[in-house]
């Protein structure tokens, strides 16, 4: 069986923030289908990045959906924010807020789309009965905050596990897969069931000139 070529959605944080809007546009013309962006507060993880204002910044120099990752709490009070800036998917950490399902409907109701990002040692069983509350899911195979960490192969079970929640579910929900994809590990995860994959060394490396082909390698086509 040939899995479908997946959802390419390079990480901003690898880019060169001196010059994110050129960036923005040189991913978008490489070929990517969605712009991952990963918020950061120094406190639900332990990094600092960008807030609602870069990313209304960044609004006008890209027309693919923008993948924004919360790793941020409380998340709640800023999810209006960050739609208002332009986010068309909302990526939240059950951690990160008492009530998920709460936090999920809220996404919805702003017109996003509403996805759960699981940790590594988060467990899959935690959406089981919210599936029809959440239209990706995201699977860490780092621990959040950094960019540049190695594959935890560990994560590729949870992968098909979750898939086959979504199978069973009948629902059209996106598996997405973060940390450390590269074109030997994107291979594993298409495998195991993903359908969009994260990327932020793999498609920044050797610059502007090699995003294409870095993209391409991703999908399995370079
Ligand atoms: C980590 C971030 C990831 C990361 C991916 O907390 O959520 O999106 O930037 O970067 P690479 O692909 O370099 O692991
Ligand atoms: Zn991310």
């Given at each position: 069986m040939s899995p479908r070529a997946p959802i390419i959605a390079p990480s901003i944080l690898s880019a060169d923030f001196a010059r994110l809007g050129e960036e923005a546009k040189a991913i978008e013309a490489a070929g990517a289908n969605w712009l991952h962006v990963d918020v950061m507060d120094g406190h639900f993880v332990p990094n600092i990045t960008i807030g609602p204002q870069v990313v209304k910044a960044l609004r006008?120099?890209?027309?693919i959906p923008f993948d924004v990752h919360l790793m941020i709490a409380p998340v709640d009070p800023y999810l209006e924010a960050f739609r208002e800036s332009g986010a068309d998917h909302l990526l939240v950490h059950p951690?990160?807020?008492?009530?998920l399902n709460r936090t999920l409907r809220h996404i919805r109701q702003l017109g996003a789309k509403a996805g759960v990002v699981f940790d590594p040692s988060t467990p899959p069983e935690i959406i089981e009965w919210m599936m029809d509350d959440i239209d990706i899911i995201l699977v860490m195979t780092v621990n959040p905050g950094f960019g540049g960490q190695s594959f935890m192969p560990s994560q590729l079970g949870k992968i098909a596990r979750l898939r086959a929640m979504i199978d069973a579910s009948g629902r059209d929900i996106v598996l997405e897969v973060d940390g450390g994809v590269t074109p030997q590990t994107a291979r594993l995860c298409v495998e195991a069931g993903a359908t969009a994959l994260v990327a932020g060394a793999a498609v920044f490396k050797d610059g502007p000139d090699r995003y294409g082909a870095n993209i391409a390698a991703l999908r399995g086509g370079g």
């Open positions: 006008p120099h890209a027309s951690e990160a807020g008492p009530h």
